[in-house]
């Protein structure tokens, strides 16, 4: 499965979709980018007239980039309609501040796909190279309806 | 296998993701992994792999399918330790 592929099989959209590309993917990690365009909504509010990514967003990045597009290529084939995808786990350090217009890199690490269970080590990389934050996050992905509900319990 | 050692051993890897200290403290052969300890399916995941480390097996769908209480995972240690 081609990064393309991956891209266009993301259950997201805008204004929630946060992956423009993935440059590197294989079955240990994944490498992809996002720039944050200024005029999304929540520079309005966070904070009064001083826009800075959430890191909520951030987070939300990460997971997108880091997880769900690494876990789409890990299932490959059986990624559809059916799958269950949710976060459950996250454990970030926020370093540095990003700001409008800035161009981020996720890199991800996988530290174990069992059980429907995705776990990764995820950075992400500013434009001048430098870590803004650092984590664990982990996911679950199933395809089967009835695991599903046990998984989400 | 002491299944009283085993079952200390076990206590110590479920102890962080548990949320009911008290049916913790209380557990029994019987106690229930996500109903009783209230450990999430997501955590119990973590769990699985760390009785796999700390015993050298490897547990499969289908005993960890199994694997809902702490009698279950007792057998399913015992069995894959024996089939080494």
């Not at chain 1, 980018?33 to 509010?45: A, I, P, Q, S, V």
């Not at chain 1, 059916?82 to 161009?103: C, G, M, Q, R």
């Amino acid at each position: 499965m081609n990064s393309k592929e991956i891209l266009s099989q993301l259950p997201y959209t805008k204004p929630f979709l946060f992956v423009d590309d993935i440059s590197r993917i294989d079955e240990n990690g994944v490498e992809g980018t996002y720039t944050f365009d200024e005029n999304l909504d929540f520079y309005k509010g966070h904070f009064k007239d001083n826009p800075i990514t959430p890191g909520v967003i951030l987070t939300e990045v990460m997971a997108q980039i880091g997880l769900v597009c690494l876990g789409i290529f890990l299932v490959n084939d059986v990624f559809n309609k059916n799958t269950s995808i949710a976060l459950t786990s996250t454990d970030i350090e926020f370093l540095k501040p990003v700001y409008p217009n800035e161009k981020v890199t996720v890199i991800s690490e996988k530290v174990y796909f069992r059980f429907g269970k995705l776990k990764c080590k995820v950075q992400m990389k500013n434009q001048k190279g430098e870590s803004v934050c650092t984590g664990t996050i982990a996911g679950i992905l199933r395809s089967s309806a009835k695991e599903d509900r046990t998984a989400l319990e | 296998m002491n299944k009283e050692e085993t079952i200390q051993e076990l206590k110590a890897i479920v102890k962080p993701y548990i949320q009911n200290e008290e049916a913790f403290e209380n557990l029994t052969e019987d106690t229930d992994f996500i109903n009783d300890l209230k450990i999430n399916s997501a955590n119990l995941v973590d769990v699985i792999l760390d009785i796999e480390e700390k015993y050298d097996i490897v547990i499969d769908n289908e005993a960890m399918e199994k694997m809902s209480n702490v009698k279950a995972a007792l057998t399913i240690i015992e069995t894959q330790l024996a089939s080494k």
